[in-house]
Structure formats: structure tokens, C-alpha cells
């Protein structure tokens, strides 16, 4: 099979750009076009089919969130297995945000969970917390390189609070520094032919800077980078740490979840039609500037 | 509602031992008395419910290790809910072994799905890993205050990998005591009537002398401790950052999974009541040895 990182490296390149579409299941927001998703939670699986397809037609990689869908208990697990099947078949490449961090035999059952076969989710990546060591990251890494899929460990985040822990100084240099540099002998392991590694980083677009010294560090690691749009960093930021190569630049994707999936023209949508138009015209914005973005 | 830590300590001192039972459905290990877990996931419901009942007899406290329920899919969630509301039933006190981690509306969506009622598992207490920041407690936090729930942070794992990232060195401190410390203005806010506070530390049993001084950071937080049985702490050891009371020594809970659920003894029983006896007999040794440290 091919390599992870290729298959999402190619897929970039088919859909012309980075843009990675994020599902965050909110029941407060899913349009009532769909049913109430508050009080029926077939009505999260009308919307996210809905934004599968869209997702499809405007992006290469789609990143549910699976927080959201498990606050919906054993059911809304089961739609977003559902969820992941469906944009698979669609063409896209699934990155299942699922943050898992465990050890030994647990971290063998996360990876069979969300990478291996049914009944686990066979998505083509999970992303994973590095806090308890490297014990965490083998056995997602040992799934990965067998079965041709891909691991995107948290190193940099881009929320108010990376600075509690990621941030502090380790002889100099912030922990966060000391994450990517356990991460670099491991890189070749997730290598596709592209020369990209499918052992990704979480880099937060909101610190341009650092994520081009995360790049000098691992310069063939995949970024998922979020934190463009709703959390208002620029497109030239995020893709901040991407490097040219003879496609334009390259080097991950970017993230783009509420902006692209509840803009406020589709919040007031009156059919079906009107929704697809907004949600589609969202999307096509975040995908050109980001083109734009790979493109200087 | 009593406070989750009251109900806790009031379960340990029912008990007569901080013993935690963890559960583990690993496929391979469940007797093939209740079927081929490996085949057939109701034989993972029935040895479940089964250890529950033990368990209940014999310790105060129960841990589902939730990655194990996930490689089952969707329906090893609902079999995770079912354990849970059965061992709540059974006046146990639900610490989920969750390992969560995330931050924002995410974090709210895993605090909802882990304690909050139906579709939620509610169970009585989540572990959560602390790599994002103060963002990933609150929400956890503000759910546990509410709710009178508790809330479990990876401060100090057993794990070899531990030196990874949580030994790091932070001005002459390794980062585990800055985790800590930043938990302590949080305490006081799941502080029960007996003193103890839900807001509770994961400290490995191997590091004895790390507990004690984790106890002076937080004297009053309660200790969710693995480590000892099948990793090879002594009795002794885990309860090494107990605080002696009217009550005896106490401070938390130890947690034993593999020797209390798959002793020897219990992999070759041929009946249920063989099987039954074994795993019994397991878990008063285990509270046994546990109560007799917390006599000393």
C-alpha cells in the first residue's frame, strides 16, 4: 500500500491545497436543515455526510474531532466511524483527532482502536499526546509502519495554555524543542517515496517562528497545523514552516474547522442548496488563500 | 451531592483498603468460560460484569481502562457504559481511565462524554493528561465542581518512558513538580467535608520518595496510584504518600489490574465458581497486603 505520507502529500497536491477540512460536531450549531441535534443524533450524522461530501469536492484531508462525537456516547462513536468510512470512500484522507496518550498494552489497544481495522476506525492518522514518553508513540509507530498509516504527535499547540507546560525552559531550549528532537530518529521509519514522513507534528499556526525551527529540526516530518482561521492566524502563517519543492510549497496541512463548516451564511440557510452554497463558498476561500499561501 | 472525594474515601474506609480493581479486557487473557473475546464481545460484557461483582465484594473503587473498551469499536464503548452504571450500581466508586486531553469546546465535549449523564458514561472521576496546559483541567474542572465529580491528572507516570518528557529539568525541578504545583490553587475547589479534594494526582508506585514529596506540593489531594502488583511496586511503596489519620493511613487509592483479574490461578479454573474463587482470592490478597500498610 502506499505510504501515508504520500497518499496525503498527493492528495494536497490533487485538491491544489493544504486545506485540511475539521469536523467539530457542536449540537448548538448544526443547522436545524439537518434535524435537531440536540435531541436526535441522526441529525450529526445528516450534517457530517453533508460535509463529508463537500469536503470532498474542495479538500484532500478531513480531520473529525472526536471529542465531539463522543459526547454523544457509544452512538455518536458509532457515527464517527460511520463519518470516517464515508470520507475515505470519498477520496479523503482522515486524520482522527483523538489526542490519545497511553502506554504499553493500553497504547496498543488505542492503535488498533483508531488505525486498525474494523472494528477500529482505520483512519490513516491519529493524533497522539507525547506527556507520559516515547513508550507512548511505539506502539502507534510499530500499526503505522505496518500497516502503511500515520501518527501526528502534539509538540507545539496553539492554545493560551501551551505555555503551563510545552513552554517551560529546559536548559535553554522550551520542552516542546525537546518533543521534536525525541521524534527525529523515528521520522524514517513513516518515510514515503515523496521523501516526506508520515510521522507528523502538531505545530499551532499562531507561532510562525517556531514552527520554522520546528522545521529545521524534522525537515521531513508532515505539520498539521491548526489554528488558521477561527483562531485567527494568517495563511502565510500557516504554512509558515512548509518548504518549496517543485509543486510550490509544501510540507503538511493546515487545519480549518468552524470557519469552514458553520460560516455564518450557512448558519441561515433556508434549504439544502443555500447551505451547500455556503458552506462550499467557505471552503473555496480557505483552500484559495491557502493555495495563494503555496504559491509565493 | 456528597463531594466525589468524600465518597471515595467513605468507599476506601468501607472497604478496609485503598485497593482500586483496574479492569483491562485484553481478548487473549479473558477465560474462555465466558466465551472467545476474541471472536464474540459479549464474552467481554459477561467477564466485565463478572470482575464488577468481584470487585464490589472486595475494594472501594474500580478503573475501566478505556482503550482497551475502544478496540472493540463502537460497541466495546457501550460495553464500557454498561460496566460503568454496573459498578456504580454495585456501590463502587468509577474512576474512567480515559487519559483525555484537550482544550476549549473539546475539552467541554470529553468532560460532557466522560462525566456527564447519559449519553455520557458519568462516571465518578476521569484521567486526563495535562501536556496542553491549565486549557485541557478547566473544563474538566468546572464539570467536576458542578456535578460533584472528580478529576484525575497525570502528574508522575511508572513508566520508563517518564523521564521522556515529564523528568525533564526546569530550574533544578523536573517537570512533574511543576505540573503539580500548578494544580495546587485548584485544589480547594473539589474539597470534600472529610478535607480530601477530588482533584487527584496520578503518581506511579515505583517512585516512593517522588510520592512523599508530591504529598507536601498537595497535601490534601487524593492519590490515584498504579504501579503496585503486576509492576512490581511493593504495598508499601503505593502507599507511600498516605497521611495518617483517625482512620489509619489513607490518601487515595492503589490500583492493581492484571494480578487481581487474571491471577494464575483464575487463567486455569474449569468452572465459574474455580474462576470466581481464584479472582476473589486475588483481590483480598491484594486489599490484605494493602490494608496491613495502612495499619503501620
Redesign the interface.
Known amino acids: 500500500m502506499t505510504a501515508f505520507a504520500d497518499r496525503l502529500i498527493e492528495n494536497v497536491r490533487r485538491a491544489g491545497s493544504p486545506l485540511c477540512v475539521g469536523l ?1 460536531p ?1 449540537p448548538d450549531k448544526i443547522p436545524a436543515l439537518f434535524g435537531d441535534a440536540r435531541v436526535e ?1 441522526e441529525a450529526v450524522s445528516r450534517f457530517s455526510e453533508a460535509i463529508v461530501a463537500l469536503a470532498a469536492r474542495h479538500a484532500g484531508v478531513f480531520k473529525p ?1 472526536l ?2 462525537f ?9 457515527i464517527a ?1 460511520e463519518v470516517t468510512s464515508a470520507a475515505q470512500a470519498a477520496g479523503l484522507v482522515v486524520i482522527l ?1 483523538a ?9 496498543e ?2 492503535a ?2 483508531m488505525l ?1 481495522p ?4 482505520n483512519a490513516d492518522c491519529v493524533t497522539i ?8 508513540i511505539e506502539p502507534f509507530l510499530a500499526l503505522a509502519e505496518r500497516d502503511s498509516k500515520g501518527v501526528a504527535v ?1 509538540v507545539r ?1 496553539s ?8 513552554d ?4 535553554g531550549a522550551p ?1 516542546w524543542r ?2 521534536a528532537a ?1 521524534l527525529v530518529p523515528h521520522t524514517e521509519r513513516l518515510k514515503g517515496a515523496t521523501g516526506w514522513s508520515g510521522l507528523m507534528i502538531v505545530a499551532g499556526a499562531t507561532y510562525p517562528d517556531e514552527a520554522r525551527a520546528l522545521r529545521q529540526t524534522l525537515p521531513n516530518a508532515l505539520f498539521l497545523v491548526p489554528g488558521y482561521g477561527a483562531q485567527g492566524a494568517s495563511a502565510a502563517d500557516a504554512v509558515a514552516s512548509f518548504v518549496t519543492s517543485t509543486q510550490g510549497r509544501e510540507g503538511g496541512v493546515v487545519n480549518s474547522s468552524r470557519s469552514v463548516t458553520y460560516p455564518q451564511a450557512a448558519q441561515t440557510a433556508k434549504t439544502m442548496d443555500e447551505w451547500r452554497a455556503a458552506v462550499g463558498a467557505a471552503m473555496i476561500q480557505a483552500a484559495s488563500e491557502l493555495h495563494a499561501a503555496c504559491s509565493v
Not at 463522543?70 to 458509532?78: A, D, K, L, P
Not at 492554545?159 to 510545552?166: L, S
Not at 517551560?168 to 536548559?171: A, R
Open positions: 467539530d457542536f443524533i474531532q471529542g465531539l463522543e459526547q454523544f456516547g457509544h452512538e455518536g462513536v458509532r466511524e483527532d489526542k490519545r496518550g497511553d502506554i504499553g498494552t493500553t497504547a489497544g488505542y488498533r482502536a486498525g474494523t472494528p477500529g476506525f499526546n507525547p506527556y507520559m514518553g516515547l513508550d507512548t502534539l499547540t492554545n493560551p495554555g501551551a505555555r503551563d507546560v510545552q517551560l525552559n529546559v536548559e520542552i525537546r518533543v525525541m
